[in-house]
Structure formats: structure tokens, C-alpha cells
């Protein structure tokens, strides 16, 4: 069978692109260390499942300290040769653009790996890989553009500011984009770093295809090193004395730990964790537009996503009507397999995770919230969980405190402009908020007044290589995406020479 031209096979009773699945069928999926496919030296494998069926469909290599140990060496070697770092900034932009190319003709095959190992809906999957290309795309334009300059010191000496990369960057990715990863790795590489990438446990196919892909572009070996394996590889990838700086996006667990640990020798961290973000609806809002975009935002990849929508604050005056609006765009959503694509929500990523949203669907439950809508999911094979809404609820209840990661959305009155802040920012997370308003001076003050990193006027969720994307608060700190991301991945380092007006030996 083919589609686009492409052959066809099937994994776990699934029709997917034949490389996908010879990805899968060639064995053990390894580690990429010095260009070379490696497996863990101490033989640890971990089984790959599938989401949409809970069954196994393949196995990762899952290392320690001695595999993360390698590929450090491997990624400080590339950097101390320079057979990337000093390629010509012309060159470096025709390989970052020629793998954004390779991604795109291959965007079936990481669509169908994050839909196998993630459970990512076929259909936002692409926009997943998707958001690789654009961050490559976008950094390719960075290596002929970075320029320190000369600050004026006066006639006796010349002071330059050079920006120089850094070294070699750890790079801990969780398991809920998983083909995105180029949103931190790119910025890296077009600064002229080497990278060593450790992917979730859960979700290794995307970025080992994709580090493969990074070595037909001409990425040399080395440059992108990818570890498989959990806090076990994570922990000494922290800790190493030959890694420069670090970007960890995960739960705010992990990131407190982790920044602690990175103190220990000094490492710059960029921490990108959950939230609790608010969507605020206005009575002059364009209802329609806001109960599909509130709602559209906690159903997103089953609300596995940090900028889910979780808390929707609505004005009073128009609170029912809301409701309505919000549970007749959602009410006859289906829940299914990645790959059905008349799915509107995928499964969650692990039974565990299922079950921690199921106690929190109780947790509303018993403090009190109004069920308004559970929908329906399917009892048996992957890990589904229906959408729910929960209206009348306070900043005291759990649902409207603590990150559930599934879809779930809590919908709390408010009476006022004011009081809309303020419920919007009593809350230690501050990564995103959404404000649907047409008055423009009202949308100045909200921006003005969330303290969170990014806020979506009359949008959500919309994103750009070009913009620069990071928490406030317990979201973390430091900035992925746009030209700030270039400051996280470059040093500055200032040179002074003396000038001589005459000739000194004379
Ligand atoms: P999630 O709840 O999204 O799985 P985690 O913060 O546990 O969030 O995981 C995010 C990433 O951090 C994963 O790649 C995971 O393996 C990694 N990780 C887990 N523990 C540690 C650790 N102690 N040090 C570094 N990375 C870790």
C-alpha cells in the first residue's frame, strides 16, 4: 500500500509509513554517540510502548553515567576540533537548512514515531516535527548574523565584545513533543556548540531518527550526541564537569532538583516547566472564538501540553452562556487511537498518567466543582481519558492549583477586571495566558498585569521560531525560541588591546 508515494506497513495493527516501521523492526533503537549507532554499554534496555493499545512495539537502549560519560566526550571532542564550531557561518547555514529539508521529506516517518511512541495524534504530530523545521529554518539565518561589536573606549585601547559558543550543551527533553526537540538544539548548533540531547524514556523514536537525519545533513558526527535512559542518564548529564550549560523542559519536580544540582558546578540552566495557565474571557469577547479557543487549549494533545489552558476565568455576565458554548464545542469529541483521525483526543502517554488525571476527575468531584461535561472514552486498549469540564470552581480547590497534564478544564467566575488578575495570577505557575476581549485598552492592561511569560491576545497557543517563549515564577527562567534563545547559547567574552599612537620599539 502507499500513500504519497510512500510504501506502507503495519506496526501493532497500525498502517504506517514502511520507514517508520523498518525504524522499529531494525532492533534495539540506540543511542547516537560519535555519529555511531551505540547500544548501552551495561546492556540495559527499556521496552517502547504504544499509548492508543498499551502494547510493546519495540525496545530503546537505556544507558547510565558511562553512556552519558561517552557522549560528552564524543560532543567535547567535536567542539575542541571545531569541525563544526569553525565551519564558515555560510556553511553552517547550508547544513542547518539542508536537515530542515531532510525533515520535511521525511515528516511522514517522525509524524508516525511520535504518533507510535508519544500517542500524538497523526494530525498535530506533523505540526510537532513542524515545529523543528521552523526552529531550523530560523537559526540557519543566526551563525552569518552573530556579531559582537566594538564598544568606544577611547583612543588608547581597542575593546571588543566577542560572542563566542560555549561548549558542549546538555539538552533533557520530556515525552510530550517529542519531535520538537530542534526548539532547543537548534539555537545550540547554529551558535556553534556540540549538543548532547537526552530524550524522555517514553519517547525515544523521533529524535534518534532525527539525529541520524542531522548526520546525512552534514551535522558531523559527534556535534549531536542523543542518550536514551531516565534520571540515570539525566543526573550525570546534569552533573558532568565537561557539559557548558543545560536545558531541561519537564515537571517542576525534576527542575527544582535539577537547578540545585546544577549550582554544584556552576552550569547556566534554561528551565522550561508546567502551568496553570488562565484563559481570560471578557462579556465583549467574541464568545464563539473563546469557548473554541478555551476549550481547544486543554483538548490539545488530551491536555498534555505545559500552555494548556487549564483555568478558564469567565466574567459573570456571560458565565452560563459560556458554559453552553464551551460544552457544545466539546461534547461530541471522540477520544481514539493516534492513528484514527477522526480522533479529536489521543490517549495519554502511560497508564500512570491516565490514572493520575482520573484521581484528579475524583479530586474535583469531591470538592465540590459542577460537572458539566464528561465525554466519552474508550474503556480498553490505550490509555484514554474523556474531556471534562468542571464549572464553579475556586482557587482553593486542587483542580484550579495543581497541574493535571490531561484534559481538564476548570472554569471559575469572575466579577471584575481587577479580580480576573488577580485570580489569573494566584498561582505559583506563570508560563501563559490567554485574553479575549475586543477592547483594546483592556487587552493593554491584562498584558500589562499577568505575570506570565508569553499572554495570547484573542489567540492561543500560537508560536514562532521568531518569538521568544519561557516562564515566569515556577514555570522557570531563561528564554527558548526568537533571538533571546542565541543569549542562552553564546557567552560574552571581552578583549582589550593596547593601542600604540607611535611606534613602541623606536
Ligand atoms: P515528566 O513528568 O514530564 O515526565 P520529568 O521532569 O520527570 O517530567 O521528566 C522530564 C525529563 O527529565 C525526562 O527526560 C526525564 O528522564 C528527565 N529526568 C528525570 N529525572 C531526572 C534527573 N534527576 N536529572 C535530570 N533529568 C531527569
Same mark, same amino acid.
Given at each position: 500500500?502507499?500513500?504519497?508515494?510512500?510504501?506502507?506497513?503495519?506496526?501493532?495493527?497500525?498502517?504506517?509509513?514502511?520507514?517508520?516501521?523498518?525504524?522499529?523492526?531494525?532492533?534495539?533503537?540506540?543511542?547516537?554517540?560519535?555519529?555511531?549507532?551505540?547500544?548501552?554499554?551495561?546492556?540495559?534496555?527499556?521496552?517502547?510502548?504504544?499509548?492508543?493499545?498499551?502494547?510493546?512495539?519495540?525496545?530503546?537502549?537505556?544507558?547510565?553515567?558511562?553512556?552519558?560519560?561517552?557522549?560528552?566526550?564524543?560532543?567535547?571532542?567535536?567542539?575542541?576540533?571545531?569541525?563544526?564550531?569553525?565551519?564558515?557561518?555560510?556553511?553552517?547555514?547550508?547544513?542547518?537548512?539542508?536537515?530542515?529539508?531532510?525533515?520535511?521529506?521525511?515528516?511522514?516517518?517522525?509524524?508516525?514515531?511520535?504518533?507510535?511512541?508519544?500517542?500524538?495524534?497523526?494530525?498535530?504530530?506533523?505540526?510537532?516535527?513542524?515545529?523543528?523545521?521552523?526552529?531550523?529554518?530560523?537559526?540557519?539565518?543566526?551563525?552569518?548574523?552573530?556579531?559582537?561589536?566594538?564598544?568606544?573606549?577611547?583612543?588608547?585601547?581597542?575593546?571588543?565584545?566577542?560572542?563566542?559558543?560555549?561548549?558542549?550543551?546538555?539538552?533533557?527533553?520530556?515525552?510530550?513533543?517529542?519531535?520538537?526537540?530542534?526548539?532547543?538544539?537548534?539555537?545550540?548548533?547554529?551558535?556553534?556548540?556540540?549538543?548532547?540531547?537526552?530524550?524522555?524514556?517514553? +519517547?525515544?523514536?523521533? =529524535? &534518534?531518527?532525527? %539525529? @541520524?537525519? #542531522?548526520?546525512? $545533513?552534514?551535522?558531523?558526527?559527534? *556535534?549531536?550526541?542523543?542518550?536514551?535512559?531516565?534520571?540515570?542518564?539525566?543526573?550525570?548529564?546534569?552533573?558532568?564537569?565537561?557539559?557548558?550549560?543545560?536545558?531541561? +523542559?519537564?515537571?517542576? =519536580? &525534576?527542575?527544582? %532538583? @535539577?537547578? #540545585?544540582?546544577? $549550582?554544584?558546578?556552576?552550569?547556566? *540552566?534554561?528551565?522550561?516547566?508546567?502551568?496553570?495557565?488562565?484563559?481570560?474571557?471578557?462579556?465583549?469577547?467574541?464568545?464563539?472564538?473563546?469557548?473554541?479557543?478555551? +476549550?481547544?487549549?486543554?483538548?490539545?494533545?488530551?491536555?498534555?501540553?505545559?500552555?494548556?489552558?487549564?483555568?478558564?476565568?469567565?466574567?459573570?455576565?456571560?458565565?452560563?452562556?459560556?458554559?453552553?458554548?464551551?460544552?457544545?464545542?466539546?461534547?461530541?469529541?471522540?477520544?481514539?487511537?493516534?492513528?484514527?483521525?477522526?480522533?479529536?483526543?489521543?490517549?495519554?502517554?502511560?497508564?500512570?498518567?491516565?490514572?493520575?488525571?482520573?484521581?484528579?476527575?475524583?479530586?474535583?468531584?469531591?470538592?465540590?466543582?459542577?460537572?458539566?461535561?464528561?465525554?466519552?472514552?474508550?474503556?480498553?486498549?490505550?490509555?484514554?481519558?474523556?474531556?471534562?469540564?468542571?464549572?464553579?470552581?475556586?482557587?482553593?480547590?486542587?483542580?484550579?492549583?495543581?497541574?493535571?497534564?490531561?484534559?481538564?478544564?476548570?472554569?471559575?467566575?469572575?466579577?471584575?477586571?481587577?479580580?480576573?488578575?488577580?485570580?489569573?495570577?494566584?498561582?505559583?505557575?506563570?508560563?501563559?495566558?490567554?485574553?479575549?476581549?475586543?477592547?483594546?485598552?483592556?487587552?493593554?492592561?491584562?498584558?500589562?498585569?499577568?505575570?506570565?511569560?508569553?499572554?495570547?491576545?484573542?489567540?492561543?497557543?500560537?508560536?514562532?521560531?521568531?518569538?521568544?517563549?519561557?516562564?515566569?515564577?515556577?514555570?522557570?527562567?531563561?528564554?527558548?525560541?526568537?533571538?533571546?534563545?542565541?543569549?542562552?547559547?553564546?557567552?560574552?567574552?571581552?578583549?582589550?588591546?593596547?593601542?600604540?599612537?607611535?611606534?613602541?620599539?623606536?
Amino acid at each position: 500500500m502507499t500513500e504519497n508515494g510512500q510504501p506502507r506497513s503495519v506496526v501493532d495493527g497500525t498502517d504506517v509509513d514502511a520507514r517508520a516501521a523498518a525504524f522499529l523492526a531494525a532492533g534495539t533503537v540506540p543511542h547516537v554517540i560519535e555519529g555511531e549507532r551505540r547500544q548501552s554499554r551495561a546492556g540495559g534496555e527499556r521496552p517502547i510502548m504504544n499509548p492508543s493499545t498499551g502494547h510493546q512495539i519495540g525496545t530503546v537502549t537505556s544507558g547510565d553515567a558511562d553512556d552519558l560519560d561517552d557522549a560528552v566526550r564524543s560532543a567535547r571532542a567535536a567542539f575542541e576540533d571545531g569541525r563544526w564550531r569553525l565551519l564558515t557561518p555560510r556553511e553552517k547555514e547550508t547544513r542547518l537548512q539542508r536537515l530542515a529539508d531532510l525533515i520535511e521529506t521525511h515528516r511522514e516517518v517522525t509524524g508516525d514515531l511520535d504518533g507510535l511512541d508519544a500517542g500524538i495524534l497523526r494530525k498535530y504530530a506533523s505540526f510537532v516535527s513542524q515545529a523543528s523545521i521552523n526552529a531550523l529554518r530560523y537559526y540557519a539565518g543566526w551563525p552569518t548574523k552573530i556579531a559582537g561589536h566594538l564598544p568606544p573606549v577611547g583612543p588608547d585601547y581597542t575593546a571588543q565584545e566577542r560572542i563566542e559558543p560555549i561548549g558542549v550543551m546538555g539538552v533533557i527533553k520530556p515525552w510530550n513533543g517529542p519531535g520538537a526537540f530542534f526548539n532547543q538544539v537548534a539555537p545550540a548548533l547554529a551558535a556553534g556548540n556540540s549538543v548532547v540531547l537526552k530524550p524522555a524514556e517514553h +519517547t525515544p523514536l523521533t =529524535a &534518534t531518527y532525527m %539525529a @541520524l537525519l #542531522a548526520l546525512e $545533513a552534514g551535522i558531523p558526527p559527534g *556535534v549531536l550526541n542523543v542518550v536514551h535512559g531516565d534520571g540515570a542518564v539525566g543526573s550525570p548529564l546534569v552533573a558532568h564537569p565537561a557539559v557548558n550549560r543545560l536545558s531541561f +523542559t519537564g515537571s517542576v =519536580a &525534576t527542575g527544582r %532538583a @535539577l537547578a #540545585a544540582a546544577a $549550582a554544584q558546578t556552576f552550569k547556566k *540552566v534554561n528551565i522550561e516547566l508546567g502551568g496553570k495557565s488562565p484563559v481570560i474571557v471578557f462579556p465583549d469577547a467574541d464568545l464563539e472564538l473563546a469557548a473554541v479557543a478555551a +476549550t481547544g487549549s486543554v483538548w490539545n494533545n488530551s491536555g498534555q501540553v505545559c500552555t494548556a489552558g487549564s483555568r478558564t476565568l469567565v466574567h459573570r455576565d456571560i458565565y452560563e452562556e459560556f458554559l453552553e458554548r464551551a460544552v457544545e464545542a466539546s461534547k461530541d469529541l471522540t477520544v481514539g487511537h493516534a492513528f484514527d483521525d477522526t480522533a479529536d483526543l489521543g490517549p495519554l502517554i502511560s497508564p500512570q498518567q491516565r490514572d493520575k488525571v482520573r484521581s484528579y476527575v475524583e479530586i474535583g468531584r469531591s470538592e465540590g466543582a459542577a460537572v458539566k461535561l464528561v465525554g466519552r472514552a474508550p474503556e480498553t486498549g490505550g490509555n484514554y481519558q474523556a474531556p471534562v469540564i468542571f464549572a464553579d470552581v475556586d482557587m482553593s480547590m486542587r483542580v484550579a492549583r495543581e497541574e493535571i497534564f490531561g484534559p481538564v478544564m476548570s472554569v471559575i467566575p469572575f466579577d471584575s477586571e481587577e479580580q480576573a488578575y488577580r485570580i489569573a495570577n494566584d498561582t505559583e505557575f506563570g508560563l501563559a495566558a490567554g485574553v479575549f476581549t475586543r477592547d483594546i485598552a483592556r487587552a493593554d492592561r491584562a498584558a500589562d498585569a499577568l505575570d506570565v511569560g508569553t499572554v495570547w491576545i484573542n489567540c492561543y497557543q500560537v508560536l514562532d521560531a521568531a518569538v521568544s517563549f519561557g516562564g515566569a515564577k515556577h514555570s522557570g527562567y531563561g528564554r527558548s525560541l526568537g533571538s533571546p534563545a542565541l543569549e542562552e547559547y553564546t557567552r560574552r567574552k571581552s578583549v582589550w588591546s593596547r593601542r600604540y599612537a607611535a611606534d613602541p620599539l623606536r
